[in-house]
């Protein structure tokens, strides 16, 4: 089954306290993205990453990192996560020229 | 930058009836893509709709259509004959369809639609 897939769906965390949010698909897609979804705000892109090695900033991508070892995963980095990061987060792919962007599951982070 | 804006946070209908969702963009660009997603309480997020800017036809999907009106930047949903699956979180979407652009889906705040049975 094609599909995107995020682990943890939920974390609870501190102040400080680094984390990874992993992302991977099954698809071969070239194109991948990181988007966090705020009440009143929609969605918006952290980070994206065209190909293996190939990242770029979004729309919001401070106290963020990511890293594109392998076509398939597209890990999300909070070194110093803050409560202001505490949000529902959806990583995201899309062949190249195709239409379709296909979503994970969403993860949702609260930090105290 | 481009911005897409959804001036309604809620909405309700009553089942069976037909309901229109609005959204409007800002852009410089004369191609572009513009979507509709669902998200449902799951949370997972799914294209109902697409329409390419090229096209004058207006996109439809079963009993999901689209308004789009190019010169006005506007890009309605019309969902006919409600039914209670469709009660969920709607986002407007939009994607430049080459350039740095590309990589991104500027999201408009999203409409909670409610059905009433």
């Known amino acids: 089954e094609a599909q995107v897939t995020q682990n943890p769906r939920y974390l609870i965390t501190v102040t400080g306290k680094k984390l990874t949010v992993t992302c991977s698909q099954n698809?071969?897609?070239?194109?991948m993205s990181w988007y966090r979804q705020d009440p009143g705000l929609g969605l918006r892109q952290i980070y994206y990453?065209?190909?293996?090695?190939?990242?770029d900033k979004g729309d919001v991508p401070e106290g963020y990192k990511v890293s594109r070892k392998e076509k398939r995963n597209f890990p999300l980095i909070l070194e110093s996560p803050s409560p202001n990061q505490t949000s529902l987060y959806f990583c995201?792919?899309?062949?190249?020229?195709?239409?379709?962007?296909?979503f994970g599951p969403g993860t949702r982070l609260t930090v105290t | 930058a481009q911005t897409v804006t959804q001036s309604q946070p809620e909405m309700s209908v009553q089942e069976a009836e037909t309901v229109t969702l609005s959204c409007t963009y800002d852009?410089?660009?004369?191609?572009?893509?513009l979507f509709w997603y669902k998200q449902p309480p799951s949370r997972q997020m799914i294209l109902v709709i697409r329409?390419?800017?090229?096209?004058?036809q207006n996109a439809t999907e079963n009993r999901f259509s689209v308004n789009f009106q190019k010169a006005a930047k506007s890009f309605s949903l019309k969902i006919s004959d409600s039914q209670l699956g469709d009660a969920a979180m709607y986002f407007c979407?939009?994607?430049?369809?080459?350039?740095?652009?590309?990589?991104?889906?500027?999201f408009g705040q999203g409409t909670r639609l409610t059905i009433n049975p």
């Open positions: 995201a792919s899309r062949r190249q020229g195709d239409y379709e962007q296909y």
């Open positions: 698809m071969n897609h070239e194109y």
């Open positions: 990453s065209m190909n293996v090695e190939v990242t």
């Open positions: 852009t410089s660009e004369s191609d572009y893509y």
């Open positions: 329409q390419e800017a090229y096209k004058q």
């Open positions: 979407a939009y994607r430049n369809p080459r350039g740095k652009g590309a990589q991104k889906l500027v």
